[in-house]
């Protein structure tokens, strides 16, 4: 531990979020307590990129081990802190820490309430992109895709789902309905390219002709939302299949049918645009269609853990409305929105502060961000009483569990990399806890 260290901190999720956050406290005089659900460090980083972008996932897998090793932080993988974990946030207050920050990500499941969200073939994209990068209990949950599935939803997160059915599955059709109209898609041209080889051109062109007095009809830039999709068509990548991938834009699900609890088929109804507020909005027309599939993802973002013990409003933990430390204009601070009262010591930053909002580089900045308003709060608190951790040691000694420490982050990928080589493949991961659990010797 560092000799100027004075505040004491618990941080509650190790993805990029908390643990470039963790590194700003620790930097900046803080004793940090990481806490992560999760065996292995990284979250979104590890888990929520395309599983084969190795070199991206290796560089930050290397950062995250500097700042593992950084002596005022201390990691707990495989615990859990919430309402119904191992840990409550009542439980880290007795504990002396004088400050939460909360970087869990959103880990609650977003649904639209529709009829037969519960039939096998139906997913959402959250469990489809653990499951091929290796999340237990996600890992060993088997996706029953088929060979024609559809995907909600017009982001980047559509383009990981599609480029998996497509280059990695390689299913015989894939189908993008999108409530709203080409100009309101919202992927990179980098990740569209990745499977845009595949799209059926003329269907493509003939769905824009349909599209596209609708969007006159709303003042769209037409020829800049054919301009955008026709980018990713032109730096596309060779196809590695005969998917046949089309869209279906102005096309909302209704619900799911299916038969002995499989899906069967998906309700569609046509909309169109109108404005509103300055902007769009999809509106139903009436025209039903039933069209046949075997399997659905929904694209359609994520919302934060509301069983974890803060008060959420929409797919958010309530945030200050008038932050005492605000960053760049915006509040990090949690707040109950029923008592109009701020939770004076919890801090949200990452995912947990906005759902789904930004990758890898923007959860870095954010986790930092909000670490600087926990350091604003702190600098007003004054140093702790005590800088002993003895205690959450002790708590956690009496766990019936094995709880990962700093030290055995790089035992696991060490281990991971020694099966990869022995595979002869790029990457490996263990699809289990005990797995990774036994890698690392925590059985011994």
Known sequence: ???????????????????????????????????????????????????????????????????????DIEYFGNLTVGAEGDLSLDDLRDLGFQVIMVTAGAQGTKWLGLDGEELEGVYHAKDVVYHYNHLPPFATKEMKIGRKSAIIGIGNVMCDIARWMIRDLKIDSVVCFARRGPAEAKWTRKEFASFAANMDMDAFEAE???????????????????????????????????????????????????????????????????????????QGTGNITEVEIDSVVFCIGDKVDESFGLPTEWSEFSKNPEPRFPIDDMSYEAYDHEAEKVIEDIFLAGWSRKASDGLVGAARKDGTNGSKAVLQYLEQLGPAASLDTQGLHDRIAALDKYVVRNEDYNKLLDAEKAVAESKGVDEFKFDTNEEMLEAIGADK
């Open 208 to 282: 824009f002709a349909k599209c596209t007095p609708i969007m006159e009809g709303v003042n769209q830039d037409v020829e800049a939302a054919k301009a955008f999709i026709m980018e990713g068509v032109a730096s596309a990548k060779d196809p590695v299949s005969e998917t046949r991938f089309e869209f279906d834009f102005c096309a909302s699900p209704k619900g799911m049918t299916g038969e002995d609890g499989k899906l069967k088929a998906i309700t569609i109804e046509e909309t169109t645009l109108v404005p509103k507020n300055g902007d769009t909005k999809a």
């Open 1 to 71: 531990m560092s000799p100027d260290s004075k505040y004491l901190v618990a941080v509650v999720g190790a993805g990029p979020a908390g643990l470039y956050g963790a590194k700003e406290l620790a930097d900046q005089g803080a004793r940090v307590a990481l806490f992560n659900r999760d065996v292995k460090p990284g979250g979104l980083a590890e888990y929520g990129i395309y599983h084969s972008k190795h070199k991206m996932k290796n560089g930050l897998r290397k950062q995250f081990s500097k700042i593992m090793a950084h002596p």
